[in-house]
């Protein structure tokens, strides 16, 4: 039975007061478990902080999102949007706003992130890594990573361009899908900025943290990455090597240990990367990039080159980062056998869906080059 409710029976104040009754309950319980959590542990408690922080302001941008809800067209009436499925409308609202950069970004970063610092010293000041301090530090890693997607993904689906690009080419975005607008979703951007910030504060990787902002004004509001697609994979690996700083440093703990002079070598080969291959995810967003006349690398030269310029330095990385790394020649087997896989099929397999395919199979080929150091280290600890 489908729970419908018509609009002229609710009483908009009850369900406003019922809303944040139960919020200030939740609120309640979050600050009270800051008294379960050692003072010394500002992981934790950094934790704690944000979800209260989250759950005190909640109620006006929620509020504001179900004030705005469309009738249905067929019976004029409204679904249900109690306390009970109003909280999970808004968390899928959220989700949705991240959930296709989860495979291009959380995960192959925080996977970085753990690798690295299990590296111990081949690239970081930690001579002997704790693992099982690392792993347990696996949610932490990811929830930054996540907590700095979120804020780019915000901050760049709330523009009018890009909820055209993303009516043709992703329509079940938050925007383009009517779940909220474009002011609040503003707003809901000056409420994760700060957020965000204080929570990379506490956990770790707050620099790496403004200096993304940074690169998300000038990605999105200064329009840079309509500016030239050189530009847009510049500020792309700049933001990859953020990610990829910040996600080891939070790995290692905040403040126990730091980069060392090689992992900054590291990261210029990942920037590096990044910028000659990154134009893969543009390949089968074409149309939509064209309905925002965005001047992406494949609309610019046209399809056909913009593959070559994909598969001939996917190949070249392949074998340059076992070699940096000195590795012995069956380790190049994976990395080299993903790669090839990448560039046979950018050549030969040219659909939509197959560009999405191998857009899919360009993230997992990243992550094994990011899992390099971690081999380097192992071949090092048993000699």
Same mark, same amino acid.
């Given at each position: 039975m489908r729970r419908l409710l018509v609009l002229d029976t609710v009483n908009p104040s009850v369900i406003l007061e019922e809303k944040i009754q139960n919020i200030s309950e939740m609120t309640l319980q979050a600050e009270n478990l800051t008294l379960l959590v050692k003072a010394e542990?500002?992981?934790?408690?950094?934790?704690?902080k944000f979800t209260t922080n989250i759950l005190?302001?909640?109620?006006?941008?929620?509020?504001?999102?179900?004030?705005?809800?469309?009738?249905?067209?067929?019976?004029?009436?409204?679904?249900?949007?109690?306390?009970?499925?109003?909280?999970?409308? !808004?968390?899928?609202?959220?989700?949705?706003?991240?959930?296709?950069?989860l495979k291009?970004?959380?995960?192959?970063?925080?996977?970085?992130?753990?690798?690295?610092?299990?590296?111990?010293?081949?690239?970081?000041?930690?001579?002997?890594p704790d693992v099982l301090a690392?792993?347990?530090?696996?949610?932490?890693?990811?929830?930054?990573?996540?907590?700095?997607?979120?804020?780019?993904?915000?901050?760049?689906? =709330?523009?009018?361009?890009?909820v055209v690009e993303d009516s043709?080419?992703?329509?079940?975005?938050?925007?383009?899908?009517?779940?909220?607008?474009?002011?609040?979703?503003?707003?809901?951007?000056?409420?994760?900025?700060?957020?965000g910030f204080l929570a990379t504060l506490y956990i770790g990787g707050m620099e790496e943290t403004v200096a993304m902002m940074a690169l998300t004004w000038m990605y999105n509001d200064l329009r840079g990455a309509d500016e030239s697609y050189l530009v847009r994979n510049l500020i792309n690996a700049c933001g990859f090597v953020c990610y990829s700083s910040g996600a080891t440093r939070v790995a290692c703990g905040h403040g126990h240990c730091s980069l060392n002079s090689?992992?900054?070598?590291?990261?210029?080969?990942?920037?590096?990367?990044?910028?000659?291959?990154?134009?893969?995810?543009?390949?089968?967003?074409?149309?939509?990039?064209?309905?925002?006349?965005?001047?992406?690398?494949?609309?610019? !030269?046209?399809?056909?080159?913009?593959?070559?310029?994909?598969?001939?330095?996917?190949?070249?990385?392949?074998?340059?980062c076992p070699l940096f790394w000195q590795l012995h020649a069956f380790i190049f087997l994976v990395p080299a056998a993903l790669g090839g896989l990448v560039s046979f =099929?950018?050549?030969?397999?040219?659909?939509?869906?197959?560009?999405?395919?191998?857009?899919?199979?360009?993230?997992?080929?990243?992550?094994?080059l990011y899992l390099l150091p971690l081999v380097k280290y192992l071949m090092l600890a048993t000699y």
């Open positions: 542990d500002p992981l934790k408690v950094g934790l704690v005190r302001v909640w109620p006006s941008i929620g509020v504001a999102m179900d004030s705005q809800a469309k009738p249905s067209a067929k019976n004029g009436h409204q679904e249900s949007s109690t306390t009970s499925h109003s909280y999970a409308y !808004h968390l899928r609202t959220v989700w949705l706003f991240t959930r296709n950069d291009s970004i959380v995960f192959p970063e925080t996977a970085f992130g753990i690798f690295s610092a299990l590296s111990g010293p081949v690239l970081t000041t930690s001579a002997y690392i792993l347990a530090r696996l949610p932490i890693v990811l929830l930054w990573c996540w907590i700095n997607v979120l804020i780019f993904d915000v901050a760049n689906q =709330r523009l009018k361009t890009s043709v080419n992703k329509p079940w975005r938050p925007l383009p899908s009517e779940r909220l607008s474009r002011r609040q979703a503003r707003r809901f951007l000056l409420l994760v900025v700060p957020l090689v992992a900054f070598q590291w990261l210029f080969i990942v920037g590096s990367i990044v910028f000659t291959t990154l134009q893969m995810q543009d390949m089968a967003d074409q149309e939509g990039d064209k309905a925002r006349d965005r001047g992406t690398l494949p609309l610019v !030269h046209g399809d056909w080159a913009a593959r070559w310029t994909i598969a001939i330095p996917v190949g070249f990385w392949s074998v340059a =099929r950018i050549i030969l397999c040219r659909s939509v869906d197959s560009d999405k395919a191998t857009w899919k199979l360009w993230n997992l080929w990243i992550s094994s």
